[in-house]
């Protein structure tokens, strides 16, 4: 569009567009603004976007720079997969609702561990009082793992599991149930999060410091290129940085930044960054702003492709490629009138395949009073299968490239970005931002001023400031009850009980040495897990050599 | 009442969700409250240590990983056992109703569930700080 008396009509017209609004009404609300409290424009127009760049910057499904998708045919070559976040109470109730999900259509595994697993930290720990099988299912060692998965066939399956610090001791029992299934490691398809950087940032679920968690994690890939090559060794994670209250350029530029820097490890590490850049997942929130989500996933994809391929050198096309899991943001959802749930996550589901998601996790409508009920479950997953089936939405490709405000937003969040990169750069990088707490204090900023945005009701949340009824809430609850705790301290020390308890003592042995040297700790881990060794004594055969990581408190 | 409340907020157990208390800490001090944030994974006994070293008003406790039912009764149990009984306790996170009716039952001040603005919280606060003071006036 380069013809003058075009251009030099359409100015004169806008301008006059602009003038006759002023007679109409402006609205009752102060400002227009995305989620992240940035200021929208009435209306975007062909003065904002530049056609000349579109080979540029947008160019064609499965091309660089991928802004309109990864794959040449997108969904109508392969839907994405439907991967509920799942687990809870003992391994044999979270088996039984694994049958459920795949009998209603589900299409991967996403497993969910209580938080003792997540620090690392066994059922009969102190510290494990009360939280066992309440946040996700309850591990100790291989035998539970064996229990997850049974009657499921880990040749046919994925699974995905959402655990970082002690990402290896999970990822080895996955390994040892699969040579047990007879399946070998070369088969196993899956994720793990294995994202200690967004740990530190926004989930706290943290076991030892930086340097040797980083270890852990490059000895993992390394692991995972010579045996596990179909795994996904990392899901950088912005998910939780934007549940911590972080913007959407935020979540964008933190959780990229993290993916530079494991890149950067891997290379420090010695290894080929198009061995292992290719199996790096990425994993981003959909929250509720529509657009502003679709233009973060349409961003994401054009910077992690023109860093890779123009700043590490990635020669392999798919080392480019920014693959993701998108998961509805549970931080949108309400405890009053629960049901209004169902409708904020359909929305927020629809702007993660309108921008191109490759996996998908919908949130149920209870989760802010308890664990799901197998209904909420079931209506969550079905919201996808409407999506995929019914709104015609998986025909197309990337439908809303051209919008002229979608093109705008994408062009401004990844300037947003860029801008959080040259900052995180200044202050000498991830690590060292996570280390004076920038990063955290960011997120809390962000977090406050939203909450503040709601109180002053420039934000209305319906049923929380507005719309709000006082009517009992009445939808069946899922509660863990004490037996689980019970059950599982029970079910170790019959394990370790029966176990080869010298084998074990020797296994630990070698992890704590092998830790010492810089031999390949995911070898030695693997060895542990196999004469059911337990999570907290592998961990504890680290501990010393590895120390703990602790937080200043800052707020 | 002219002294600034003195208000210790508390993550226990082993949750990170910290978003929350994070903002309810931000509030309280542009309240005016003197605000001491522990920080993550906090057992009861230091809680509750630091709670009558720091000889503050009220313990905020934020709780959203289902542990709540074996959280709070350990801390009122500690604040009462070590002389910390006229401290209030209140708090916060994913409870359901029910525990909600059990925990206030036992002796918890007062529990706020998701969504809960601060402002209310902060009236809340003032208004059950007086309330104590005016009673160990009556004392």
Redesign the interface.
Same mark, same amino acid.
Request: aromatic share 2%; net charge neutral; glycine share 14%.
């Given at each position: 569009m380069s013809d003058k008396p075009f251009w030099e009509e359409y100015e004169k017209r806008r301008r006059k567009w602009d003038s006759d609004k002023e007679k109409y009404s402006q609205g009752s609300r102060p400002r227009f603004m995305t989620v992240s409290g940035d200021d929208v424009g009435i209306l975007y127009g062909p003065d904002g976007f530049d056609q000349s760049k579109y080979l540029d910057k947008l160019g064609f499904p499965g091309e660089f720079p991928y802004t309109r998708g990864i794959h040449h045919t997108m969904y109508r070559g392969r839907l994405w997969t439907m991967r509920q976040f799942s687990g809870m109470g003992t391994p044999a109730q979270t088996n039984q609702r694994y049958h459920l999900l795949l009998n209603g259509g589900q299409t991967g595994l996403s497993v969910a561990f209580d938080l003792p697993t997540l620090m690392g930290y066994d059922s009969d720990h102190e510290r494990s009082r009360g939280e066992i099988g309440n946040c996700g299912v309850a591990v100790d060692t291989l035998a539970d793992m064996e229990t997850i998965f049974k009657g499921i066939d880990l040749a046919k399956i994925s699974t995905s599991m959402t655990i970082n610090a002690p990402a290896s001791i999970l990822l080895a029992m996955y390994i040892a149930v699969g040579e047990k299934q007879g399946v070998p490691s070369h088969g196993l398809t899956g994720t793990l999060q294995n994202d200690i950087l967004k740990e530190y940032i926004a989930q706290k679920e943290w076991i030892f410091p930086p340097e040797p968690s980083i270890r852990l994690i490059t000895d993992l890939m390394a692991f995972c290129a010579d045996h596990v090559p179909k795994w996904n060794t990392i899901s950088i994670s912005g998910y939780h940085i934007r549940e911590a209250g972080a913007t959407a350029a935020q979540e964008l530029a933190f959780t990229l930044a993290d993916g530079f820097t494991y890149v950067e490890a891997g290379i420090k590490a010695g290894q080929d960054v198009d061995v292992f850049a290719p199996r790096l997942s990425f994993f981003f929130n959909a929250h509720q702003d529509f657009f502003e989500e679709i233009a973060k996933y349409r961003a994401a994809r054009r910077i992690w492709a023109r860093r890779m391929r123009d700043k590490y050198g990635a020669k392999d096309e798919r080392s480019w490629l920014l693959r993701f899991h998108t998961q509805t943001a549970g931080c949108s959802l309400t405890a009053q009138q629960p049901e209004n749930n169902l409708m904020r996550t359909a929305f927020e589901a629809l702007s993660g395949v309108l921008g191109g998601t490759q996996s998908l996790h919908t949130n149920s409508m209870d989760e802010t009073l308890a664990l799901p009920s197998d209904k909420a479950v079931l209506l969550a997953l079905r919201t996808q299968q409407i999506i995929m089936h019914e709104t015609g939405v998986v025909n197309t490709i990337d439908p809303l490239a051209g919008s002229y405000f979608v093109e705008n937003l994408t062009d401004k969040i990844e300037a947003e970005a860029e801008a959080y990169f040259d900052e995180i750069d200044r202050r000498g990088g991830v690590l060292k931002c996570i280390e004076e707490g920038y990063l955290q204090r960011e997120i809390a900023k962000s977090a406050y001023r939203y909450q503040q945005e709601i109180e002053r009701k420039e934000r209305i949340i319906v049923g929380v400031n507005d719309y709000v009824t006082d009517e009992k809430i009445e939808i069946p609850l899922l509660r863990i009850d004490e037996s689980v705790a019970r059950e599982q301290v029970a079910s170790l020390n019959r394990i370790r009980k029966s176990r080869d308890n010298d084998k074990v003592a020797r296994t630990l042995a070698d992890l704590t040495s092998c830790a010492k040297g810089d031999g390949n700790t995911m070898k030695a881990i693997l060895d542990c897990v196999r004469v059911y060794a337990t999570e907290g004594e592998i961990v504890d055969a680290l501990r010393p050599v590895f120390g703990e990581y602790t937080e200043p408190p800052i707020f | 009442m002219s002294e600034k409340i003195r208000v210790l907020l508390a993550k226990p *157990?082993?949750? *990170?969700?910290?978003?929350g208390?994070? @903002?309810i !800490?931000? !509030?309280f001090?542009d309240a005016g409250f003197e @605000?001491i944030?522990?920080?993550?994974r906090q +057992?009861p006994e230091q809680i509750v240590t630091a709670a009558i070293q720091e000889d503050v008003d009220a313990v905020g406790v934020s709780i959203l990983? *289902? !542990?709540h039912?074996?959280?709070f009764p350990a801390i009122l149990k500690l604040l009462r056992d070590q002389g910390g009984r006229d401290i209030l306790l209140f708090g916060g996170g994913?409870i &359901?109703?029910e525990d909600i009716v059990a925990l206030e039952k036992m002796g918890v001040a007062k529990l706020f $569930? &998701? *969504?809960a !603005? +601060? $402002?209310v919280i902060i009236e809340w606060l003032k208004q059950a700080a007086a309330a104590r003071t005016k009673d160990d006036k009556l004392l």
């Open positions: - | *157990g082993l949750d *990170g969700h910290d978003r208390i994070k @903002v !800490a931000a !509030a001090r @605000v944030y522990t920080g993550l +057992t990983s *289902g !542990a039912m074996t959280l994913i &359901p109703d $569930t &998701p *969504g !603005a +601060t $402002t």
